[in-house]
């Protein structure tokens, strides 16, 4: 059984264009985050929700909006899509978002490799 | 300074080896860590919490140091199937969740 599946696994896009990615998460957690990989394997937060709540927002453009319709689904939509967006993105999930190493413990999807040309 | 910094890598050994890593941080508000594997082209998987007090989990020993603020991957008798990139991550704790994440180490483990 999949604990956190995203679509599409492979995202190939030319510039301007707008794209979705859905991410679920089966696990029960409450808790929900996208991260972005570049290409020097830097792993970097962008969102996160709590329970469909956003919570973080890390100063990313406004190109990308976050959506949580239940508690279970996180979907990340991107505008008007640029070169320097290309990039794997994660989706995770916890059990929840205070301090405590269980509850931090995040569970990461298989990726969206998003190529712009 | 990186607020989570870990030793550059790679690390080429041999099997059997004993191989450690270690990956500092900067906010003496840390709260949780973890220590992930990312393999080639593959989401990254919890190997471990590190606790306070220190964790094991078979070949594996994690510690926690705070007052000099790292912590550190042990890998005992290494195997083939250990090659992969090793990411440090540190909860500040009351910032939704998010995990800094240290840039990894690429560990190759050769026959």
């Known amino acids: 059984d999949t604990a956190v599946s995203q679509t599409p696994k492979y995202l190939v896009t030319q510039m301007g264009n707008d794209k979705s990615i859905k991410c679920e998460q089966n696990?029960?957690?409450?808790?929900m985050y996208w991260y972005k990989q570049d290409s020097k394997k830097f792993l970097k937060i962008m969102f996160s929700y709590n329970n469909k709540e956003l919570i973080i927002n890390e100063t990313v453009p406004n190109r990308f909006s976050p959506k949580s319709p239940d508690k279970a689904h996180l979907n990340l939509h991107i505008n008007s899509l640029e070169l320097g967006d290309s990039a794997v993105y994660f989706c995770a999930s916890s059990q929840g978002w205070t301090s405590g190493s269980i509850y931090n413990e995040q569970f990461f999807g298989p990726g969206t490799r998003l190529t712009v040309l | 300074r990186k607020e989570v910094e870990q030793d550059p890598g790679p690390f080429n050994v041999p099997e059997g080896a004993t191989v450690a890593f270690n990956c500092t941080y900067s906010n003496s508000a840390s709260q949780s860590f973890f220590w992930y594997r990312q393999d080639c082209r593959k989401e990254p998987k919890l190997l471990m919490s590190?606790?306070?007090s220190g964790n094991e989990d078979g070949r594996f020993t994690a510690q926690l140091n705070r007052a000099s603020q790292y912590i550190s991957l042990l890998i005992r008798d290494s195997k083939l199937s250990d090659s992969a990139t090793y990411l440090c991550a540190v909860n500040i704790g009351n910032q939704g969740g998010k995990l800094i994440f240290g840039q990894g180490t690429e560990l190759s483990v050769k026959p």
């Open positions: 590190v606790y306070s």
């Open positions: 696990l029960g957690h409450d808790t």
